[in-house]
Nanobody
Framework: VQLQASGGGSVQAGGSLRLSCVTSGRTFTSTTIAWFRQAPGKEREFVAA???????YYGDSVKGRFTISRDKAKNTVYLQMSSLKPEDTAVYYCAVGTGIILSAIREETSYSYWGQGTQVTVSS
């Protein structure tokens, strides 16, 4: 499985960005696709995930501001980010996992395939 993340950039606080993650290669049932982020000097943080059944999950720091969605026909998952804050500055990664139990959906170790990351910078 290959993942290609894109859409990062620089934006002022309060602005919006949409990230895309295109997946290719082997496909699986019971797949979860997630976004994580990592700021300099910090651990990787769960942002959002969408399961094969369409259910969405969000990290507390982005709930109500970010929306994850997918276009199955394009093998693409999106992360719409609104009301961006300087603390959202990070490298954003998309990841794919299979057979993830709900209690582990926010754990990066649950995901086997990772994209290369895309930088998001929010200035105040």
């Amino acid at each position: 499985v290959q993942l290609q993340a894109s859409g990062g950039g620089s934006v002022q606080a309060g602005g919006s960005l949409r990230l895309s993650c295109v997946t290719s290669g082997r496909t699986f049932t019971s797949t979860t696709i997630a976004w994580f982020r990592q700021a300099p000097g910090k651990e990787r943080e769960f942002v959002a995930a969408i399961r094969w059944n369409g259910y969405e999950y969000y990290g507390d720091s982005v709930k109500g501001r970010f929306t994850i969605s997918r276009d199955k026909a394009k093998n693409t998952v999106y992360l719409q980010m609104s009301s961006l804050k300087p603390e959202d500055t990070a490298v954003y990664y998309c990841a794919v996992g299979t057979g993830i139990i709900l209690s582990a959906i926010r754990e990066e170790t649950s995901y086997s395939y990772w994209g290369q990351g895309t930088q998001v910078t929010v200035s105040s």
